[in-house]
C-alpha cells in the first residue's frame, strides 16, 4: 500500500458541498495559471498544462474559467504572481505530510499553516525533514470492477506502456510511473477504452508509518482536512497507513 490510495478512497467517500466544488475550482484555476506561467498556453505542447485542463473538465469546470485562468498564466490578464512552494511537517504519531502550496503571500500562507499544524498537535519542518521520504510519480488507479482485462493481461499492457510497477489493492490497481511518462501511459490506456478512477502526478511516501489505534488515526486525518481546505494548499501528501477496520469507521463517520 503506496499510503495515497487510501487517502483519496476517504476523499472520494466523503460528500462534496457547493463550498467544496468551489474550493476546487480554486484550486485547478491555480494549477492552470501556473502551467500555462511556467511552459506557454498549448496544453499539445505543455503536458502540465493539458492535464490540469483534464481534471478541470473532470470536475465541470466552465470552459471561461480554464480560459480565463490560462490567460492570467500567460499574462494577457492581469493577475497577482502565484508562488509554488513545498511545505513539509509531521502529523501526531510521527506521521510525514508534505504541501504543495500555491500563494500570493508567502508569509501569510506560512503562519496560517504552521498554526494548523501546531492546532493539531503536529510541527511545521524545515525544507527537507521529510522530503527524502517522498518520490514524484505518476500514479494511475483503475477500478476491478470496471476493468475488463485480467492481472496479467494488465501487468502486460501497462509495462508496454511504459509503466514502471502495477500495485493490486483489494479493489483496484496502481499503475505507477516515472512523471516523464506518465501522460503517455495516462493516455495509452485511455485510447484502449479503459476507465480510470484516478490520475495524476503526486509524491508517492518510499515507506508508511502504520497507526493503529482510532484516535491517532482520527487526529492525522482531521489535520489533512484542514490543510486541504486552506485556499492556498493544492496538494497534501502522507506516509501515514490506517488499519482497515479503522478506517472504515472514519469514513463512516
Known amino acids: 500500500m503506496a499510503g495515497h490510495s487510501k487517502w483519496a478512497n476517504i476523499k472520494h467517500k466523503k460528500a ?31 503536458s502540465k498544462l493539458k492535464l490540469a485542463i483534464q481534471k478541470a473538465k473532470a470536475i465541470n469546470m466552465p470552459n471561461d474559467n480554464i480560459n480565463r485562468a490560462i490567460k492570467r498564466g500567460t499574462g494577457e490578464l492581469e493577475s497577482e504572481i502565484i508562488e509554488e512552494i513545498i511545505y513539509e511537517g509531521y502529523a501526531p504519531g510521527g506521521v510525514a505530510i508534505m504541501l504543495e502550496i500555491a500563494t500570493d503571500n508567502r508569509n501569510r500562507t506560512a503562519s496560517e499553516i504552521r498554526h494548523l499544524f501546531s492546532k493539531a498537535n503536529g510541527n511545521l519542518g524545515e525544507s527537507g525533514c521529510v522530503a527524502w521520504m517522498f518520490k514524484r510519480s505518476g500514479y494511475i488507479v483503475l477500478s476491478k470492477e470496471t476493468l475488463d482485462l485480467d492481472e496479467e493481461e494488465l501487468i502486460l499492457t501497462a509495462l508496454e506502456l511504459g509503466a514502471d510497477d502495477v500495485r493490486e489493492e483489494d479493489d483496484a490497481y496502481e499503475i505507477i510511473t516515472t512523471p516523464e511518462v506518465f501522460m503517455e501511459v495516462k493516455e495509452g490506456f485511455e485510447e484502449q477504452g479503459i476507465n480510470l478512477e484516478d490520475a495524476d502526478v503526486v509524491m508517492l511516501p518510499e515507506n508508511t508509518v502504520e497507526i493503529n489505534d482510532f484516535d491517532s488515526a482520527d487526529q492525522v486525518i482531521k489535520l ?30
Open 224 to 253: 489533512i482536512e484542514v490543510l486541504e481546505d486552506h485556499d492556498d494548499v493544492q496538494n497534501v501528501y502522507t506516509n501515514m497507513s490506517i488499519n482497515d477496520e479503522i478506517l472504515e469507521q472514519i469514513t463512516s463517520d
Open 16 to 46: 462534496r458541498s457547493d463550498e467544496k466544488r468551489g474550493k476546487e475550482f480554486t484550486k485547478i484555476a491555480k494549477e492552470i495559471t501556473i502551467a500555462a506561467h511556467s511552459g506557454g498556453g498549448d496544453p499539445e505542447a505543455n
